[in-house]
């Protein structure tokens, strides 16, 4: 398939002449220490079949320009969806405050690569929109014949595909092409005037054909529909202090909500972590080493470049239990010294880039997990975890679990139901007593939120043993 010339995507209609950009960022951030023009043309396309007909199709194209200028500790950003210079020249005045009174330092550009992690095409335009919404109704017609027991199913699917520039005042420039899709599939099940329901999510950074393929999609109907009929055999959730095995792939969401976020530069530049200036200290059990890595092949979370034109990279946050290092935009990693590490990220070209994850997760150790689960005795198993909270400062989680079971004399045991976690993060980690061999990721449909913006990414972890953790239950 054959895709537009990225220069007529970004600045196709306009006045702006590519070769002629970095010389006018370089006007217009006169006096900063660093910053950026950032450019992006991107088109979505979403569709929801509910109740056996297609509820929702959605199209939404958008594109402008961020301004970005940075003056020591002062950020000045401006943004537009008008396409001209007299629009950056407007921005640039804005920005241009921040460097009133200012003796620049200007900061070295990023690294430059020329790796790609991901495709250039598009995956909205090879498939046509009557075979994408015949597919849905073609699942959604599956899953009912499945059980006699469905009552309801939920399918949506969407792809985005955005063409972005960085461009700065020292000449350095930047191209990316970012695919994403994703499908969700939910089912629910009645019996006995009981109703439950399951849920199964895939996605990534390909084309839309692997997402459509009926190997994916059937097997998506199986996790929904078996996650729904467990549930309907549900029992009441104990409460108490109790084991904890915790499932690989999505759980590792709990270590990206409570301690993930807790690794990120600006929150430890301002000593608003509870890791703040623990570097080689211990935060975590041994064995524990916890990755951010956002240079893994077509993940949901991964970046050939970030928002601020640094390539991704693997980062060792936690190893062996040793904090080791944070996640770093280069405004932060200026600022504490340190190298800029790929995680400069930004919802779109209206938003500032601020540190944050990209694929996150606990590697696996070497113990099976049959065996974790015998040697938990007595507590509970969680395979898939819902909705969580978390506060920043003090690390403390809440987080509801979608299926769980009873774990009795080191066997799995009745599902449970309305079960929650209750805890601290960096506690957690030190209660971490063992960990499996069967690492995995999580199957692409993670959307981390953080100061109003929210950018897709990854988790991952083995399964786990963690030891005298606080569960909510629902249990008399």
Same mark, same amino acid.
């Given at each position: 398939?054959?895709?537009?010339?990225?220069?007529?995507?970004?600045?196709?209609?306009?006045?702006?002449?590519?070769?002629?950009?970095?010389?006018?960022?370089?006007?217009?951030?006169?006096?900063?220490?660093?910053?950026?023009?950032?450019?992006?043309?991107?088109?979505?396309?979403?569709?929801?079949?509910?109740?056996?007909?297609?509820?929702?199709?959605?199209?939404?194209?958008?594109?402008?320009?961020?301004?970005?200028?940075?003056? $020591?500790?002062?950020? +000045?950003? /401006?943004?537009?969806?008008?396409?001209? *210079?007299?629009?950056?020249?407007? =921005? !640039? %005045?804005?920005?241009?405050?921040?460097?009133?009174?200012?003796?620049?330092?200007?900061?070295?550009?990023?690294?430059?690569?020329?790796?790609?992690?991901?495709?250039?095409?598009?995956?909205?335009?090879?498939?046509?929109?009557?075979?994408?919404?015949?597919?849905?109704?073609?699942?959604?017609?599956?899953?009912?014949?499945?059980?006699?027991?469905?009552?309801?199913?939920?399918?949506?699917?969407?792809?985005?595909?955005?063409?972005?520039?960085?461009?700065?005042?020292?000449?350095?420039?930047?191209?990316?092409?970012?695919?994403?899709?994703?499908?969700?599939?939910?089912?629910?099940?009645?019996?006995?005037?009981?109703?439950?329901?399951?849920?199964?999510?895939?996605?990534?950074?390909?084309?839309?054909?692997?997402?459509?393929?009926?190997?994916?999609?059937?097997? $998506?109907?199986?996790? +929904?529909? /078996?996650?729904?009929?467990?549930?309907? *055999?549900?029992?009441?959730?104990? =409460? !108490? %202090?109790?084991?904890?095995?915790?499932?690989?792939?999505?759980?590792?969401?709990?270590?990206?909500?409570?301690?993930?976020?807790?690794?990120?530069?600006?929150?430890?530049?301002?000593?608003?972590?509870?890791?703040?200036?623990?570097?080689?200290?211990?935060?975590?059990?041994?064995?524990?080493?916890?990755?951010?890595?956002?240079?893994?092949?077509?993940?949901?979370?991964?970046?050939?470049?970030?928002?601020?034109?640094?390539?991704?990279?693997?980062?060792?946050?936690?190893?062996?239990?040793?904090?080791?290092?944070?996640?770093?935009?280069?405004?932060?990693?200026?600022?504490?010294?340190?190298?800029?590490?790929?995680?400069?990220?930004?919802?779109?070209?209206?938003?500032?880039?601020?540190?944050?994850?990209?694929?996150?997760?606990?590697?696996?150790?070497?113990?099976?997990?049959?065996?974790?689960?015998?040697?938990?005795?007595?507590?509970?198993?969680?395979?898939?975890?819902?909705? !969580?909270?978390?506060?920043?400062?003090?690390?403390?989680?809440?987080?509801?679990?979608?299926?769980?079971?009873?774990?009795?004399?080191?066997?799995?045991?009745?599902?449970?139901?309305?079960?929650?976690?209750?805890?601290?993060?960096?506690?957690?980690?030190?209660?971490?007593?063992?960990?499996?061999?069967?690492?995995?990721?999580?199957?692409?449909?993670?959307?981390?939120?953080?100061?109003?913006?929210?950018?897709?990414?990854?988790?991952?972890?083995?399964?786990?043993?963690?030891?005298?953790?606080?569960?909510?239950?629902?249990?008399?």
């Amino acid at each position: 398939m054959t895709h537009p010339d990225p220069s007529a995507l970004l600045y196709g209609g306009t006045d702006l002449d590519p070769a002629r950009l970095p010389a006018l960022v370089g006007d217009v951030l006169a006096g900063t220490d660093d910053g950026e023009l950032y450019v992006q043309n991107a088109v979505s396309e979403s569709f929801a079949f509910d109740d056996g007909r297609l509820k929702n199709a959605g199209y939404d194209h958008m594109r402008g320009f961020g301004l970005r200028g940075l003056a $020591g500790e002062k950020t +000045a950003f /401006a943004h537009s969806n008008v396409m001209s *210079e007299a629009a950056i020249r407007r =921005a !640039g %005045e804005t920005v241009g405050l921040a460097a009133k009174g200012h003796d620049a330092i200007a900061a070295a550009p990023p690294p430059r690569t020329n790796r790609k992690i991901y495709g250039d095409e598009s995956p909205i335009d090879a498939t046509p929109f009557a075979e994408k919404v015949g597919l849905l109704a073609k699942i959604d017609a599956a899953a009912r014949a499945r059980d006699p027991r469905v009552r309801q199913v939920s399918v949506s699917m969407s792809a985005s595909w955005s063409a972005i520039e960085i461009v700065r005042a020292d000449g350095f420039t930047a191209r990316d092409l970012r695919p994403l899709v994703r499908m969700n599939i939910e089912i629910v099940v009645e019996a006995n005037g009981r109703r439950e329901r399951g849920y199964h999510g895939l996605g990534g950074r390909y084309d839309l054909e692997r997402l459509m393929a009926e190997e994916s999609w059937q097997r $998506g109907i199986d996790i +929904a529909l /078996a996650q729904a009929l467990t549930n309907l *055999e549900s029992v009441a959730a104990p =409460a !108490g %202090e109790m084991n904890v095995v915790m499932g690989p792939g999505w759980c590792g969401v709990l270590l990206h909500e409570a301690v993930g976020h807790g690794l990120e530069g600006d929150f430890n530049r301002k000593g608003q972590s509870t890791f703040s200036g623990r570097i080689g200290q211990q935060v975590a059990g041994k064995g524990v080493t916890v990755v951010d890595n956002g240079a893994m092949e077509s993940r949901r979370g991964s970046l050939s470049i970030d928002d601020e034109g640094t390539p991704t990279k693997e980062n060792i946050l936690i190893e062996d239990g040793i904090l080791r290092g944070y996640m770093q935009d280069r405004l932060n990693s200026r600022l504490m010294g340190v190298d800029a590490t790929g995680n400069g990220r930004r919802e779109s070209y209206a938003h500032a880039p601020m540190p944050r994850m990209t694929n996150t997760f606990m590697l696996g150790g070497n113990e099976e997990p049959e065996e974790i689960i015998k040697r938990a005795g007595n507590g509970i198993y969680a395979k898939s975890f819902g909705g !969580g909270q978390v506060d920043i400062t003090s690390g403390k989680f809440v987080f509801s679990l979608t299926e769980a079971y009873k774990i009795e004399n080191g066997r799995i045991g009745a599902p449970i139901k309305g079960a929650t976690l209750i805890g601290n993060g960096p506690d957690v980690m030190t209660r971490v007593t063992a960990i499996g061999n069967d690492f995995a990721l999580d199957e692409g449909v993670g959307i981390c939120g953080k100061g109003g913006q929210s950018v897709p990414a990854g988790v991952g972890q083995p399964t786990l043993l963690a030891e005298g953790l606080t569960v909510g239950g629902t249990a008399a």
